[in-house]
């Protein structure tokens, strides 16, 4: 069976079982690796990817739920000149955010849906939007900068 969804601005046909999680037609019948596998429970945040604008969990999502729908994932952030994207992985960078890397196509995915709702979070903002974000090795306090320093480079 075949599911037909928007994928990074472009309109897709996968041949895939309707419950395959999201997740899987992404990496293995897309070919986009970006958005990982952390738990496989929507627990920690590693597949976030965006479904029609909002930060949803790949992993606990079977693909036929987001039929005729629009999915964004990480390599995909910048379709559509997504403000919020483009100021998100500038801060990153700017900041070093990254340490191992895993978590991050997830962060960065949330950290941009966060931004595009809220464009001036206050931290208390950030810490309930970025709760379901694990990152293993604490850089926490990067990200919440990370967000900010975002935040100021949309105003400008």
């Excluded at 990074?8 to 970006?34: C, F, H, K, Q, Y």
């Excluded at 597949?47 to 930060?55: N, S």
């Excluded at 606990?60 to 100021?87: D, I």
Aim: hydrophobic residues 40%; charged residues 20%; proline residues 4%.
């Amino acid at each position: 069976m075949s599911v037909t969804f928007e994928l990074n601005g472009r309109n897709v046909s996968l041949d895939v079982d309707p419950d395959m999680p999201l997740l899987w037609a992404i990496r293995e019948s897309a070919g986009l690796t970006g958005t990982k596998f952390g738990c496989g429970a929507a627990l920690c945040g590693a597949c976030t990817v965006h479904v029609d604008g909002e930060p949803t969990r790949s992993c606990s999502v079977p693909v036929g739920a987001v039929a005729g729908q629009r999915v964004t994932t990480v390599e995909g952030l910048e379709t559509g000149g997504n403000k919020a994207a483009k100021a998100v992985q500038a801060a990153w960078q700017a900041l070093d955010v990254v340490q191992c890397g895993y978590c991050q196509s997830g962060q960065i995915m949330s950290a941009t849906a966060l931004l595009s709702a809220k464009p001036r979070p206050t931290d208390a903002d950030i810490d309930e939007a970025m709760s379901g974000n694990l990152c293993r090795c604490a850089t926490y306090v990067r990200i919440r900068a990370a967000i900010h320093d975002a935040a100021r480079r949309m105003e400008a």
